[in-house]
């Protein structure tokens, strides 16, 4: 009888247990919990065999949430931009990066780097730096109202918003503010596009 009385106590302590664990795991919030993590991730997106666009981070981690599904870059992402003639032309730089996707079918896709972000239009040799940057992929557009300052052959410019299409080829700041240009420059200079230059590069 007493042993009968004891396997029962056990048997119900396991019991209690497994629920008290039951119920800890029911109280999990999915939308803080990864459901997939890829390390070194690489991705290509593409248009009829033509490269749009490519994408590197050292990792990705991908939430479910009720309204949208979020993708984090904790330790920073690379966007590199390519123009109609497959020629890479723009190149994107931050510390973190997100990439919002809502499920309702017309929600707006947003990007967003955060973090010593970095445009740069190799064609134009111009270079914005600011920290916050969205790129809107439906409106095909790059914008932020954060301090931006922008280095090119024409001289330098700073200011708070700027808005640009996607490859940064007309970027224009909202807000300038002490910005210089250069009065005078060498047309001789051969400027020579050393990513996307194939043959021997000039003699000085």
């Known amino acids: 009888m007493i042993l009968m009385l004891a ?10 247990s497994c629920g008290a664990k039951l ?6 919030d999915l939308s803080k919990t990864p459901v997939q993590t890829v390390e070194n991730m690489f991705a290509v997106e593409t248009d009829n065999g033509k ?12 939430y479910n949430t009720d309204t949208s599904e979020l993708e984090l870059f904790p330790l920073g992402l690379q966007v590199y931009g390519y123009g109609e003639d497959g020629v890479l032309e723009t190149v994107i730089l931050s510390d973190q990066a997100r990439h919002e996707r809502p499920r309702r079918r017309y929600g707006t896709e947003v990007w967003m780097a955060v973090g010593n972000v970095v ?29 931006v300052k922008m280095y090119s052959p024409d001289g330098f410019m700073q200011g708070y ?27 001789t200079v051969v400027f020579v596009d050393s990513v996307n230059f194939i043959g021997p590069f000039l003699k000085k």
């Open 7 to 16: 396997i029962t106590a056990v048997i119900a302590s396991i019991v209690i």
């Open 23 to 28: 119920r800890e795991a029911d109280a999990l």
């Open 51 to 62: 490269i749009l666009n490519r994408m590197e981070a050292v990792q990705m981690e991908r």
């Open 119 to 147: 445009v740069h239009n190799i064609t134009k040799q111009q270079t914005m730096e600011t920290d916050t940057l969205f790129w809107d992929q439906t409106a095909k557009e790059i914008y932020t109202d954060s301090y």
């Open 161 to 187: 918003g700027m808005r640009s299409d996607d490859h940064a080829r007309n970027a224009i700041l909202l807000r300038p503010f002490n910005s210089y240009g250069y009065a005078e420059q060498d047309s």
